[in-house]
């Protein structure tokens, strides 16, 4: 191989591992004086630069892990996720396995399994995936130096139990070896019949039938919808009146509040909303659509607080910024 083949080859990796950018969903394009810094935490290589003026990535740093893309509130972070799904015990199972698990380098391989956010668990379970089977190496002696050794089962842990308030399947994250994996892997895919889905089929969420018949065999981790969609938005209200947790919550301190809608004008999912009743005007939390992203708590004077059903630990690292 020639020296230039090599640096281009070289060239292309580099620019397969690095998250892709959507300038619509970056925090700092919606409110310039935002706290943010999930990535920045994330980022084990150190890759991500925040300044006051600017956020920038160091490409030569960036491994291409994905943690960051997990860790992004708001979506604006994307990376290609796997989408390997089999039969197994008359369901679907979905299967991910990490560049360390020893497996044959294929395009259904990801650097790192912990990059599944809680975004895309319930992406997953809306589609119907209630079943994980992941092959992984040591995280302790990753290469990435990313140890996340527990982070997907703590997610899965939470997310089970905004479930359980809804009286859903939980996710089960299957123990097997990574010999089972690559023989169920070897089974036949799940093809698809050549059916479609409209968007407004998926913003249906968990209700929607036709979205649980027709996303398994559509990607859904890569569709443009599923990559910043609020968690929230997915799960239906909970049963139960005692229990109506959410993966993310703003919450009013009403003695601190002015009146000045900072917060209403720069929310970007609209969980916060201005409701004109009778001539009466109040502030209205539509708490699914929260995304964790903290605009609202640091817009001036703000009297909101975010609050979390997230693990502490995990909160306390990705959201360093708000109070629980």
């Given at each position: 191989?020639?020296?230039?083949?090599?640096?281009?080859?070289?060239?292309?990796?580099?620019?397969?591992?690095?998250?892709?950018?959507?300038?619509?969903?970056?925090?700092?394009?919606?409110?310039?004086?935002?706290?943010?810094?999930?990535?920045?935490?994330?980022?084990?290589?150190?890759?991500?630069?925040?300044?006051?003026?600017?956020?920038?990535?160091?490409?030569?740093?960036?491994?291409?892990?994905?943690?960051?893309?997990?860790?992004?509130?708001?979506?604006?972070?994307?990376?290609?996720?796997?989408?390997?799904?089999?039969?197994?015990?008359?369901?679907?199972?979905?299967?991910?396995?990490?560049?360390?698990?020893?497996?044959?380098?294929?395009?259904?391989?990801?650097?790192?399994?912990?990059?599944?956010?809680?975004?895309?668990?319930?992406?997953?379970?809306?589609?119907?995936?209630?079943?994980?089977?992941?092959?992984?190496?040591d995280c302790s002696s990753c290469p990435m130096i990313c140890d996340r050794s527990i982070?997907?089962?703590?997610?899965?842990?939470?997310?089970?139990?905004?479930?359980?308030?809804?009286?859903?399947?939980?996710?089960?994250?299957?123990?097997?070896?990574?010999?089972?994996?690559?023989?169920?892997?070897?089974?036949?895919?799940?093809?698809?019949?050549?059916?479609?889905?409209?968007?407004?089929?998926?913003?249906?969420?968990?209700?929607?039938?036709?979205?649980?018949?027709?996303?398994?065999?559509?990607?859904?981790?890569?569709?443009?919808?599923?990559?910043?969609?609020?968690?929230?938005?997915?799960?239906?209200?909970?049963?139960?009146?005692?229990?109506?947790?959410?993966?993310?919550?703003?919450?009013?301190?009403?003695?601190?509040?002015?009146?000045?809608?900072?917060?209403?004008?720069?929310?970007?999912?609209?969980?916060?909303?201005?409701?004109?009743?009778?001539?009466?005007?109040?502030?209205?939390?539509?708490?699914?659509?929260?995304?964790?992203?903290?605009?609202?708590?640091?817009?001036?004077?703000?009297?909101?607080?975010?609050?979390?059903?997230?693990?502490?630990?995990?909160?306390?690292?990705?959201?360093?910024?708000?109070?629980?």
């Amino acid at each position: 191989m020639t020296t230039a083949t090599t640096n281009l080859a070289e060239t292309i990796g580099q620019e397969l591992r690095l998250p892709d950018i959507d300038p619509e969903y970056y925090v700092y394009a919606v409110y310039d004086q935002a706290s943010c810094q999930a990535c920045v935490d994330a980022c084990p290589g150190k890759a991500w630069i925040l300044t006051e003026e600017s956020l920038g990535l160091d490409t030569d740093s960036c491994n291409g892990c994905g943690l960051c893309v997990s860790s992004c509130p708001s979506g604006a972070l994307h990376m290609h996720f796997p989408w390997t799904i089999r039969h197994f015990g008359g369901k679907p199972l979905a299967l991910f396995a990490c560049g360390q698990a020893g497996l044959p380098d294929s395009k259904d391989v990801m650097p790192c399994v912990h990059a599944l956010g809680t975004r895309q668990l319930m992406v997953m379970h809306t589609a119907g995936i209630t079943d994980l089977l992941i092959a992984q190496g040591d995280c302790s002696s990753c290469p990435m130096i990313c140890d996340r050794s527990i982070l997907l089962q703590e997610r899965i842990e939470h997310l089970n139990r905004l479930l359980s308030e809804r009286h859903l399947a939980p996710m089960k994250l299957l123990s097997y070896s990574n010999a089972v994996w690559r023989k169920i892997y070897k089974q036949e895919e799940i093809i698809s019949r050549g059916t479609l889905l409209k968007r407004r089929d998926f913003l249906g969420g968990s209700a929607s039938r036709k979205l649980k018949q027709q996303m398994v065999i559509l990607n859904p981790l890569n569709r443009s919808e599923c990559q910043t969609i609020p968690p929230g938005a997915l799960l239906p209200d909970a049963i139960s009146e005692n229990g109506r947790s959410w993966p993310w919550a703003p919450r009013f301190e009403s003695t601190q509040c002015n009146g000045c809608d900072a917060c209403i004008r720069l929310c970007p999912t609209d969980a916060l909303q201005l409701s004109n009743s009778d001539g009466k005007a109040a502030y209205l939390i539509e708490e699914k659509y929260c995304t964790g992203c903290n605009i609202c708590a640091d817009s001036n004077y703000s009297p909101l607080r975010l609050s979390t059903s997230l693990p502490r630990w995990i909160y306390n690292r990705f959201f360093m910024s708000v109070e629980a």
